[in-house]
């Protein structure tokens, strides 16, 4: 295998890691996203990179996608491991249409997810949920339920449901994707 072959191998490995992570976990280690950006510098100073990313257009691609997402940090809306990795992606693709495409794709991806998670809450409140628990099997009912997990304490004693969407796993495929078909 040589050697640009190699750092897409272990590009797509890292980014499958870091899917894997935040699809189950919803949490970006902050060594994996050191990792990636270590992984990016270097296949841009050696000259490997896959994506013939120059170094000043991957460094202004990490300070777009940074600068883009750091807002949504500060609102609450994203995780910080979000804006990491959407900065670890900006150096790796740099200012370009498979950058975007991987904003856009994660977003839509995202997006679904959280429709998603609107109409199973409404559905487990409804009294079609109801129905169903009382009339599936025990082992069916159980997937229905709400995990005991899934709300979490507040400081004014009353729980809240965790919201929490993997968004830089959606980035991730959404950059697996890209990185398979270029």
């Given at each position: 295998?040589?050697?640009?072959?190699?750092?897409?191998?272990?590009?797509?490995?890292?980014?499958?890691?870091?899917?894997?992570?935040?699809?189950?976990?919803?949490?970006?280690?902050?060594?994996?996203?050191?990792?990636?950006?270590?992984m990016g510098l270097a296949a841009i100073l050696?000259?490997?990179?896959?994506?013939?990313?120059?170094?000043?257009?991957?460094?202004?691609?990490?300070?777009?996608?940074?600068?883009?997402?750091?807002?949504?940090?500060?609102?609450?809306?994203?995780?910080?491991?979000?804006?990491?990795?959407?900065?670890?992606?900006?150096?790796?693709?740099?200012?370009?249409?498979?950058?975007?495409?991987?904003?856009?794709?994660?977003?839509?991806?995202?997006?679904?997810?959280?429709?998603?998670?609107?109409?199973?809450?409404?559905?487990?409140?409804?009294?079609?949920?109801?129905?169903v628990q009382a009339h599936v099997p025990l082992?069916?009912?159980?997937?229905?339920?709400?995990?005991?997990?899934?709300?979490?304490?507040?400081?004014?004693?009353?729980?809240?449901?965790?919201?929490?969407?993997?968004?830089?796993?959606?980035?991730?495929?959404?950059?697996?994707?890209?990185?398979?078909?270029?």
């Amino acid at each position: 295998m040589h050697i640009p072959g190699l750092v897409a191998f272990t590009s797509l490995l890292w980014l499958v890691v870091i899917a894997v992570m935040d699809l189950r976990v919803r949490k970006v280690r902050n060594w994996m996203v050191l990792l990636g950006l270590f992984m990016g510098l270097a296949a841009i100073l050696v000259g490997v990179q896959p994506f013939q990313v120059s170094i000043w257009n991957g460094l202004n691609g990490m300070l777009v996608a940074s600068t883009a997402l750091l807002p949504f940090y500060a609102l609450r809306w994203m995780g910080a491991g979000d804006v990491k990795f959407a900065a670890v992606m900006g150096l790796w693709f740099g200012l370009s249409t498979n950058l975007l495409l991987i904003w856009i794709g994660g977003s839509l991806l995202a997006g679904m997810h959280g429709l998603l998670v609107l109409l199973w809450r409404s559905l487990l409140w409804s009294p079609v949920a109801s129905w169903v628990q009382a009339h599936v099997p025990l082992r069916m009912a159980a997937v229905l339920a709400v995990p005991a997990n899934q709300y979490l304490p507040q400081s004014n004693g009353r729980q809240q449901i965790q919201r929490s969407i993997p968004y830089a796993g959606y980035m991730a495929l959404m950059a697996i994707w890209v990185l398979m078909n270029r």
